[in-house]
């Protein structure tokens, strides 16, 4: 049984533990709220993105891009989101796990033709340790995510697939869903498929008057059935009457590589939100543990201290019956 002085020093180093982790705790919950506010301030740059690249498909179905097209999978580029530091429960093991996964999908292709963004310290060491062709140091981005940065590594990667070098492109990163929920991702960046893109986070309904390829191809077939003649109470009609200068394929030609853009964007600050909400519930766990196990280490020294006050008592009353 440990002596008074042994569970006295442990509640010490528990206590000492305790206060590290609940400062972390309230940095962590900080760093989220910030991360947040990014968040929102970014939504309603993405609403209108989302809004016109819709109408416009709505109203040419036939627009195309070079980022659309599909083609035969000879080298792969993977975008993986991870942090700088650790003591986040289980975010980074979950990230680098799922990066595992898909380089075994993709592992008949060549290491060499694998080439790695990996975004954070401990994916970078991890890819460096299973000895895959990394396209740079990313950590700074990590811990400070900025637009600038994702444009600069999207409009890299739009020149890959563009040229040949890449044919296709995925991302790997956790949504942040909410401060208890983030959900492990991996989703295609290149080549881009539009509306699954655009409905991928939310369904759509398509009675709604939000303008949607398919929800067109709805109203001209309902249209030719109805012997051209629409129910009003039925479909809410969308106007595809649009003037574009200077044509289609041009105007696509710069949204699209902007939707890229705040794909990568939105994926860095999701893994950035859930890097810090993972911390604040691991940081709130560990103190939780150190409570209980205060508690636990209070009451041994609570009962040692009473039984060597016991022992002494009986030491005194022997000796005096003894004499």
């Known amino acids: 049984m440990p002596s008074l002085k042994e569970i006295k020093n442990r509640i010490a180093s528990v206590n000492s533990t305790r206060k590290i982790t609940s400062a ?59 942090s700088n530091s650790s003591l986040c429960g289980g975010f980074n093991s979950n990230v680098i796990k799922l990066m595992q996964q898909a380089i075994a999908e993709y592992q008949h292709l060549g290491k060499e033709h694998i ?27 990590a811990d400070k995510p900025n637009s600038a940065d994702c444009i600069n590594i999207a409009m890299e990667l739009g020149e890959k697939f563009r040229t040949g070098e890449v044919d296709k492109v995925e991302l790997i990163y956790h949504h942040f869903k909410s401060a208890g929920s983030q959900i492990l991702t991996r989703k295609t960046f290149l080549p881009i498929d539009i509306e699954s893109q655009l409905e991928e986070d939310h369904e759509r309904d398509l009675t709604s008057n939000i303008a949607t390829k398919k929800a067109q191809e709805y109203l001209k077939k309902h249209h030719k059935e109805h012997g051209g003649e629409v129910v009003a109470e039925d479909v809410k009609p969308l106007n595809d009457n649009f003037i574009v200068e200077p044509d289609m394929d041009t105007v696509l030609g710069v949204l699209i590589p902007k939707m890229a853009h705040l794909m990568l964007y939105t994926a860095l600050l999701d893994s950035n939100a859930s890097e810090h909400a993972a911390r604040m519930v691991a940081m709130q766990t560990a103190t939780d543990n150190a409570d209980e196990l205060l508690r636990e280490l209070n009451l041994q020294y609570n009962k040692s201290r009473q039984q060597a006050i016991t022992n002494e008592l009986l030491d005194i009353v022997g000796g005096s019956v003894n004499n």
């Open 115 to 141: 080439i790695i963004y990996p975004v954070g310290r401990k994916v970078a060491e991890k890819v460096a340790k299973l000895g895959f062709q990394s396209a740079g140091d990313f950590t700074a981005l």
């Open 24 to 82: 972390m705790k309230m940095v962590a919950s900080s760093k989220l709220h910030h991360a947040q506010v990014q968040i929102e301030k970014m939504l309603p740059y993405e609403s209108m993105l989302e809004h016109i690249l819709k109408t416009f498909l709505a109203s040419d179905a036939e627009a195309n891009s070079v980022y659309e097209k599909q083609r035969e999978v000879k080298n792969i580029a993977l975008v993986v989101f991870a």
